[in-house]
């Protein structure tokens, strides 16, 4: 699903990552950790194709990706990939059945097949009943639950996750997390989860561990 290799990336004169190289298989779940400014969270727009390495070669769903021009990247982006991210990005002023198919409809579907499906995953995550509300009207919980579902609406083989559970109380973490290996069963999507939550680490295949740059051996 992910090659990675031999990934660098630097910001004037500091160093982010140092030949960093990473191999994820189809419906693998694997989580990134490390501290603060280890490089996790950049490595993860790299692999999201929101940034570009200064050298190295990705591969994501048999796609290289390091060539592609802006335009391509894109709709790649929006055909291949979902994000998550901990404060949830949610656009304030639209309700959350709008938010869920906004992805959709930069792909320039259909907009009676995209609010259908944006019910169905509303739905199977249990928000059925807050189609109409704004973000503010939500809990954490809910709004996270908003954001998985339009990270799914384009029907992606990936699923990015940068401190999905940071902003939320422990319960609600602890329901999101096991969310994710229910979601893998039933959509067979690829997890990259950076995250400080050991629970959620140690839950998943793999925990990689990046310090400086690199992945710890």
């Known amino acids: 699903m992910i090659s ?61 990706v390091n060539n592609l ?20 990005h949610l656009l304030p002023e639209f309700t959350a059945l709008e938010n869920v198919c906004l992805p959709a409809f ?25 189609l109409e509300h704004k973000p503010n009207q939500l809990s954490g919980g809910e709004q996270q639950r908003v954001s998985v579902a339009r990270a799914l609406i384009n029907q992606p083989a990936l699923i990015l996750a940068d401190e999905p559970s940071g902003n939320l109380d422990t319960q609600t973490s602890s329901d999101l997390h096991q969310l994710f ?19 959620l680490a140690n839950m998943c295949d793999r925990c990689l561990t990046m310090k400086d740059g690199q992945f710890l051996s």
């Open 4 to 64: 990675a290799q031999t990934i660098e990336k630097s910001y004037n004169s500091l160093k982010v990552l140092n030949g960093v190289s990473l191999e994820v298989q189809k419906q693998e779940i694997v989580a990134i950790i490390g501290k603060s400014g280890a490089g996790k969270s950049t490595l993860l727009h790299i692999l999201g194709t929101l940034d570009k390495p200064d050298a190295g070669k990705l591969i994501i769903n048999e796609q290289t």
């Open 69 to 88: 021009s802006s335009n391509d990247l894109a709709k790649f982006r929006n055909q291949h990939i979902g994000f998550i991210f901990q404060f949830h």
């Open 106 to 130: 930069i792909a320039n579907k259909k907009r009676l097949d995209v609010e259908r499906k944006a019910k169905e995953l509303l739905d199977y995550l249990g928000l059925s009943h807050r």
């Open 181 to 199: 290996f229910k979601l893998r069963a039933d959509f067979a999507l690829t997890f990259v989860v950076v995250t400080h939550n050991l629970e």
